[in-house]
């Protein structure tokens, strides 16, 4: 089993309705995703990089240094995308979120930030099951069907990337 086995990211109901300020927020991402770490002593997030967040604009300014629940899903977001995409991607692509068409719903953040949890949680079963039929043994076979699923990964990793680029491009 790796240890993404059973991952479920931060469901919008976890987060507390009240504004957090700074080192609750580093607390909460810390106690949340600690099993995303590679190394026991990595930071999930740090206060220079929520700064950095703020200033790109990628999300809006603490009221009174505290952090709302829109802020939170934001920064969730910002965490699971910045790995794969440039701040001023995931700018835009947080912005496409939280937009909307319709007057009557002028923020959808929270609609497609619960969206994007089922899909990563379902996409992280998906991985899992491949990922555990390639770790049953480890005879030469089993190597070879490892190194395949490493590559299909980076591959697959890669053009999903550039169409995303491309998506945020139009």
């Known amino acids: 089993m790796s240890r993404f086995n059973n991952f ?18 580093l607390i909460f991402f810390d106690e949340k995703l600690s099993v995303l770490k590679r190394k026991d002593d990595e930071k999930i997030l740090t206060k220079t990089m929520i700064n950095n967040y703020v200033k790109a604009k990628v ?39 939280s937009d909307s068409d319709d007057e009557n719903d002028p923020n959808n953040l929270s609609k497609y930030y619960n969206m994007f949890l089922e899909i990563e949680e379902k996409k992280y ?40 680029e491309d998506i945020l491009d139009r």
């Open 125 to 164: 079963k998906e991985i899992e099951k491949k990922f555990q039929s390639n770790f049953e043994s480890d005879d030469k076979k089993n190597r070879e069907e490892m190194i395949e699923l490493l590559i299909e990964f980076a591959v697959d990793s890669n053009i999903k990337k550039r169409v995303i």
């Open 59 to 97: 999300i809006p300014k603490p009221i009174k240094k505290k952090y709302s629940k829109d802020q939170i899903m934001r920064l969730y977001l910002v965490y699971q995308l910045k790995n794969v995409l440039s701040i001023d991607d995931v700018k835009g692509f947080i912005n496409i979120l």
């Open 8 to 25: 479920v990211g931060i469901k919008e109901k976890l987060i507390p309705n009240i504004p957090l300020y700074m080192d609750q927020v």
